[in-house]
T-cell receptor, first 112, second 112 residues
Framework: GAGVSQSPRYKVAKRGQDVALRCDPISGHVSLFWYQQALGQGPEFLTYFQNEAQLDKSGLPSDRFFAERPEGSVSTLKIQRTQQEDSAVYLC??????????FGNGTRLTVT | DQQVKQNSPSLSVQEGRISILNCDYTNSMFDYFLWYKKYPAEGPTFLISISSIKDKNEDGRFTVFLNKSAKHLSLHIVPSQPGDSAVYFCAATPGSGDKLTFGTGTRLAVRP
């Protein structure tokens, strides 16, 4: 596909479960970002990769959140021991160097 | 601390008239600004951007104005069309390609 692909589209987890969210960026895009969007809010930055290097993880809310991009393409955002406050839409975006971000459709996580 | 603010959560405009969406920012380091449009259940889509060296950028029906001294930007859509109905996010960054800081969005409804 031509766009950023995220899976699953929807995820329901019981409190305390671990979840893994996947992002397939646009082919050739060097930069990859993860954002968290709570209901009624704008997207908030979580972490940034340039190829396989995680250059900024200042937005990760706790050490329960972990992201990786081992081969510089697909990325996974993992949340351990999910809490209700983790319920949000998780957006992945990719870009060529210094170009506007292209977002995927997001994964809506609901923690019950 | 909300560094990018969109103080109008919603706006309703008649088809064919002008829509004006406003955005204020507080961080003087921001020098590149973007507008994204978001439909329900989709990720944000890039609309238009402006660098701080300009005060206006135009693309078809969309024009973005930047007033650096007031730390204010606006998006003008003219003429407005029903298909423009969406949530519009203002975003800012210290440099193109860096992480974006988003506002909370303005929901635009264009009435036929």
């Amino acid at each position: 596909g031509a766009g950023v692909s995220q899976s699953p589209r929807y995820k329901v987890a019981k409190r305390g479960q671990d979840v893994a969210l996947r992002c397939d960026p646009i082919s050739g895009h060097v930069s990859l970002f993860w954002y968290q969007q709570a209901l009624g809010q704008g997207p908030e930055f979580l972490t940034y990769f340039q190829n396989e290097a995680q250059l900024d993880k200042s937005g990760l809310p706790s050490d329960r959140f972990f992201a990786e991009r081992p081969e510089g393409s697909v990325s996974t955002l993992k949340i351990q021991r999910t809490q209700q406050e983790d319920s949000a839409v998780y957006l992945c975006a990719s870009s060529l160097d210094r170009s506007p971000l292209h977002f995927g459709n997001g994964t809506r996580l609901t923690v019950t | 601390d909300q560094q990018v603010k969109q103080n109008s959560p919603s706006l309703s405009v008649q088809e064919g008239r002008i829509s004006i969406l406003n955005c204020d920012y507080t961080n003087s380091m921001f020098d590149y600004f973007l507008w994204y449009k978001k439909y329900p259940a989709e990720g944000p889509t890039f609309l238009i951007s402006i660098s701080s060296i300009k005060d206006k950028n135009e693309d078809g029906r969309f024009t973005v104005f930047l007033n650096k001294s007031a730390k204010h930007l606006s998006l003008h859509i003219v003429p407005s069309q029903p298909g423009d109905s969406a949530v519009y996010f203002c975003a800012a960054t210290p440099g193109s390609g860096d992480k974006l800081t988003f506002g909370t969005g303005t929901r635009l409804a264009v009435r036929p």
